[in-house]
């Protein structure tokens, strides 16, 4: 099993930058793809980026492509999502999670992600 928490959310006004982390702990974090998504109030929850277990493939939501940054660092069992130029819509509550299985390309989907984190809030003011 491995449990992932994330931080580093908070309140940033519209333009600015944030970066989020999420550690793992547990099972081998290097062999695994993984995964931010979001979920605004009254919302579906969405996909956001995802980074593939070797780091050579990263995914990018239409919305946020350009602005953010899928990365990782497997020696500290850490990914990162780097936000430059939010808006207002980047308001919501982001999710860390890790793919099922191992040795796998990232995914879009959530259903692909079988462990997730708590969330942390981020909220962009205008």
């Known amino acids: 099993q491995v449990q992932l928490v994330e931080s580093g959310g908070g309140l940033v006004q519209a333009g600015g930058s944030l970066r989020l982390s999420c550690a793992a702990s547990g099972r081998t974090f290097s062999s695994y793809a993984m995964g931010w998504f979001r979920q605004a109030p009254g919302k579906e929850r969405e996909f956001v980026a995802a980074?593939?277990?070797?780091?050579?493939?990263?995914y990018y939501a239409d919305s946020v492509k350009g602005r953010f940054t899928i990365s990782r660092e497997n020696a500290k069992k850490t990914v990162y999502l780097q936000m430059n130029s939010v808006k207002p819509e980047d308001t919501a509550v982001y999710y860390c999670?890790?793919?099922?299985?191992?040795?796998?390309?990232?995914?879009?989907?959530?259903?692909?992600?079988?462990?997730w984190g708590q969330g942390t809030q981020v909220t962009v003011s205008s």
């Open positions: 980074i593939s277990w070797s780091g050579g493939n990263t």
């Open positions: 999670a890790q793919r099922t299985y191992p040795l796998r390309v990232g995914s879009t989907r959530a259903a692909d992600f079988g462990s």
